[in-house]
């Protein structure tokens, strides 16, 4: 059994894939699932509210977006530098990325939603990936009680099984 990809195709291969599979994010999922907590990764709401996020917790009115250091630009992170080729062209697009997430944020924020964002740097060793598990009910918050917030919440039955339950 030959790997024939290397390290940095498939890295490259990675970056390519605008997938809601890629690993970060089935790690949190799996961390969020751990925790007892119920969402949706592919319902109305991550499809609907700005910037499609990759996870939405309707119970707590709260979305997260994974973001990756290097295409969100995080500032101040040793997994982000501009390539050394290309600079000016990676530094607009960077900066673009990082207005969109700004904006979406705000956005999110202003349709009452609490929008939380995950670096993929927070959990790259086990260690911080348990500071991260310990942090994520504080950042989640509490569930939300508001009337008007439920009634347009999502359906606390992300995948179908309200239907299922229908009697
Ligand atoms: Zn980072």
Redesign the pocket.
């Known amino acids: 059994m030959v790997d024939t990809v290397s390290e940095a195709q498939r890295s490259y291969n990675m970056s390519r894939i605008r997938s809601k599979n890629t690993k970060p994010e089935v790690l949190i999922r799996s961390v969020l699932h751990g925790l007892g907590y119920r969402f949706t990764v592919n319902g109305p709401k991550n499809r609907q509210l700005p910037g499609k996020p990759d996870i939405v917790l309707p119970k707590y009115r709260a979305v997260i977006f994974v973001h990756g ?1 290097f295409w969100h630009g ?1 500032k101040g ?4 530098r501009l390539p050394k080729t290309r600079t000016d062209w990676w530094r607009a697009k960077i900066n673009r990325n990082r207005s969109r997430a700004a904006r979406n944020l705000a956005a999110v924020g202003a349709l009452g939603w609490r929008a939380i964002v995950i ?4 959990f790259n060793t086990s260690a911080k990936l348990e500071a991260l598990r310990a942090s994520l009910p504080g950042r989640i918050g509490l569930p939300t009680e508001v009337p008007e917030a439920r009634a347009v919440a999502e359906p606390a039955h992300p995948y179908g099984k309200r239907r299922a339950k229908k009697q």
């Open positions: 250091c995080h992170c040793k997994d982000f670096w993929a740097c927070e």
